[in-house]
């Protein structure tokens, strides 16, 4: 589904992503934790196609991100850490304006802004405009849009934050549901007991570098994903 | 603390001097000081030379017939309506809708420490606009009366009054906008009618201003006598100028008194009006049969939410799109007789009137602008763009074509009530439609073009794109250019001697070659410039 070769990104002197490879299979959530300034957010960002990298190649469903961007961003959806949607718009108007850039039908739309609208509890507050939306209020409508065109791959940046106990429950079923169906996950995270628990695969990720990937079970063995990340992050210093 | 929250308004202001958006890193010393240079040649070289040279006319014959203080009245309140016109605008966006003012608040910050930042920043932009005209004044008054003691006093201390009863006003206008605003629905709306009247107003004054001069010039003496006596706070107001100790001390006080209490006033209710909600009914959501458009119409009904979501936007680039329809039941009006004058007037060069027309339209044609700040605008949601499936010359387009509806509808409906009252010869309806058609293109694509070049993301205030942003005045000020381009190659160059329709076609012809060629730029560079930030 995803599949991340030799990725390489310099900020001036600075290597954000150094040689990173990752491979995301079908039906696989995948989490890639690291420390802040770790790489995590270029990484996502670069297969999202907003960041130009420099070296390498991202590939989703055998797309190229790079020579094939549209073609890729029609198959999967991103959401990112600080979710800067158009505040000038109401929530319904946002997902309209999401609907028809995926060519979602009337009908289509109509039956899924309700259905997730509805679990996410935001159906009255989608004639409001966004700027009146709290952080979790947008992390929902953000949400809401990235799950209306039924993308195969979903990309997250920091998901849980600003999400309600309710909502964060909600979410975790919805991407286990999209698992299920054939997609698949690639999501930051910061809290590693979620990652733990909700994880099929995981990437430990420092200065750049991936320090460790493979099945949850094969990164932690025994050990708790805390124990094994700080040991990791001690190591590496 | 409140120098540190200075520094910080002050760096948000000039951020696009520092700092390089585009290359994401702090401008060097050489390109900080060039752009300071570029923005001063602007603002003081081409607006202050055009107060400069109603400073020169009006001087002289004011300060032969002794009325010198006539004279520092006339530019002072030209400079104090100017000031509090180009500011009053962004006072309440500036004020009371930062994006940082949440997190200031937060701080151990005194509230009259915040108030005082903020009314730095609407102090600065008063100060920019009213010393474009009582600058020239007090250096042309300086250069003819000469340079004495009282003369210097009293010029800087008049700078000095008109830059803080500037800021009052405004601030006492932005605070009840902010009042009203509060309890209103539509507020994007009232507050662009509100402040078209204000503009109305203003054009108004102005125009009257205009005839005043000329009466003023041919009987000072008998005016500045009325003046003294029946509107006397005038007459100290221009004494101040000329070094008059009296009515220095007067008007310093009256001054001081306003600002205190516009001071008093904000400190006040900076608070309360800040943190509030809003006493808005809260809308329903009511489940309708949504339509699917393509991905071409979602961009362009995307723009146009953008721009009606923001009086700034509106008025500070879009002003044209009000006007024109205006501006054409005007013409419906008063238009034959305006005609009838303007063919009296300008008998000579031949097709003079037609010629006339195409400048007017133009004129209102470049009050639009909206492509020139729309990339910035897009701010930190940019990411949303770039990460749908969305080819990037779309989302270009449909800026322009945002342009091109919101100035080429407007433009069609007074051309037409122009035909109405002045019948036109075929021949030069369609040059005029032609020109002004090709003008509206290349003005968008130049908005456009300068937008991609040099584009601000992180803005905290919508304002810096908006008002203070690049791409605006060096579009604001290309507009300008070629008006003027236009008008002296014609009235007072040999331009004439090509004809109506042989000059015009002239400007067709290179309005098309430019278009094209920014057209191709934008197709290419833009793209991948756009694709890349």
């Known amino acids: 589904m995803l599949r991340i070769e030799h990725l390489s990104k310099t900020y001036g002197n600075k290597k954000a992503v150094d040689d990173l ?55 999967f959806a991103y959401i990112p850490d600080n979710p800067d949607l158009y505040d000038y718009m109401t929530g319904i108007k946002y997902l309209n304006f999401i609907a028809d850039i995926f060519h979602i039908s009337a009908a289509d739309r109509q039956m899924r802004i309700r259905k997730y609208g509805d679990l996410f509890e935001l159906t009255d507050d989608l004639a409001q405009p966004i700027a009146a939306y709290s952080h979790g209020m947008k992390q929902k409508l953000a949400i809401i849009s990235a799950w209306l065109h039924q993308p195969k791959l979903i990309l997250m940046d920091e998901p849980f934050v600003g999400l309600d106990p309710k909502a964060s429950h909600l979410l975790k079923g919805m991407m286990r549901e999209v698992c299920d169906a054939g997609g698949a996950i690639f999501f930051s995270t910061h809290v590693l007991e979620v990652a733990e628990k909700l994880c099929d695969k995981v990437a430990i990720i420092k200065g750049g570098k991936l320090i460790r990937s493979g099945t949850m079970e094969t990164v932690k063995g025994d050990d708790s994903l805390e124990d094994v990340f700080l040991e990791l992050e001690g190591e590496s210093c | 603390m409140l120098k540190l929250l200075l520094k910080k308004q002050l760096l948000e202001i000039f951020q696009v001097y520092y700092y390089d958006a585009k290359k994401n890193r702090a401008r060097s010393k050489v390109s ?28 002289t014959p004011l300060l032969t017939a002794g009325m010198d203080w006539l004279y520092f009245a006339l530019m002072g309140l030209i400079s104090v309506l100017l000031g ?11 004020v009371y809708l930062p994006k940082d003012n949440d997190l200031l608040l937060s701080m151990p910050i005194p509230v009259s420490a915040l108030v005082g930042a903020r009314l730095a920043g609407v102090y600065l932009m008063g100060l920019l606009y009213s010393a474009i005209v ?181 008025l500070n680039c879009g002003l044209g799109t009000f006007l024109m329809p205006v501006c054409g039941i005007a013409v419906l009006w008063k238009g034959r007789e305006l005609f009838a004058v303007l063919d009296a007037i300008f008998a000579e060069p031949p097709d003079s009137v037609p010629f006339l027309l195409c400048v ?59 035909a109405a009252v002045y019948p036109l010869h075929p021949m030069h309806l369609l040059m005029l439609l032609l020109f002004v058609g090709s003008y509206t293109l290349l003005m968008a694509l130049v908005g456009l073009f300068l937008g991609v070049k040099m584009p601000t993301l992180t803005w905290t205030n919508e304002i810096m794109p908006i008002k203070q942003g690049a791409p605006v005045m060096i579009t604001l000020f290309c507009g300008f250019g070629y008006m003027v381009l236009l008008f002296v190659g014609f009235m007072f160059l040999p ?30 560079q833009g793209v991948a410039s756009f694709s890349a930030l």
């Open chain 1, 21 to 75: 490879n990752l491979h995301i299979a079908p039906g696989e959530i995948y989490g890639f934790i690291g420390h802040n300034g770790a790489g995590k957010t270029t990484t996502l960002k670069s297969v999202a196609g907003i960041l130009q990298f420099d070296t390498g190649e991202i590939y989703i469903d055998g797309k190229s991100i790079r020579t094939q961007p549209l073609e890729c961003k029609r198959s």
């Open chain 2, 32 to 59: 900080t000081v060039l752009h300071f240079l570029l923005f001063a040649l602007l603002v003081f070289g081409l607006l202050g030379g055009i107060f400069t040279f109603l400073a020169v006319k009006l001087c």
């Open chain 2, 84 to 94: 509090a016109f180009g500011s009053v605008f962004n006072t309440y966006a500036g």
């Open chain 2, 134 to 314: 009582i600058l020239p004044a007090v250096l042309v008054y300086w250069g003819t009366a000469g340079v004495t003691l009282p003369a210097i006093l009293g010029g800087l201390l008049l700078t000095l009054l008109i830059s803080i009863f500037v800021l009052t006003i405004s601030c006492m206008l932005g605070w009840m906008v902010a009042r009203i605003s509060q309890k209103l629905k539509h507020k994007s709306l009232i507050t662009v009618l509100v402040s078209l009247a204000v503009f109305c107003l203003y054009y108004f004054v102005y125009f009257r201003a205009q005839t005043m001069i000329q009466q003023l010039l041919t009987n000072a003496a008998v005016y500045g006598a009325r003046i003294k006596g029946s509107a006397y706070p005038v007459y100290l107001f221009g004494s101040v100028g000329v070094g008059d100790v009296k009515a220095s001390i007067i008007v310093s006080a009256a001054v001081a008194v306003l600002f205190g209490l516009m001071w008093l006033l904000l400190s006040h209710s900076f608070l309360q009006i800040t943190t509030a909600t809003g006493k808005v009914a809260r809308r329903e959501y009511r489940e309708a049969p949504s339509r699917q458009r393509s991905i071409s119409t979602a961009l362009l009904c995307r723009e146009f939410s953008r721009f009606a979501a923001s009086p700034s936007y509106m």
């Open chain 2, 360 to 418: 007017m339209l133009c004129s209102l044609a470049s009050m639009n602008f909206m492509t020139a700040p729309s990339v910035s605008l897009e701010g930190k949601s940019l990411w949303l763009l770039q990460s749908l499936p969305v080819e990037p010359w779309r989302v270009l387009h449909a800026k322009i074509r945002m342009q091109l509806l919101l100035t080429g509808l407007p433009l069609l409906l007074c051309i037409g009530c122009t």
């Open chain 2, 495 to 524: 331009g004439w001697m090509l004809g109506f329709l042989g000059y015009m076609s002239c400007f067709v012809g290179a309005n098309l070659l430019l278009s094209v060629l920014i057209y191709l730029w934008l197709r290419k």
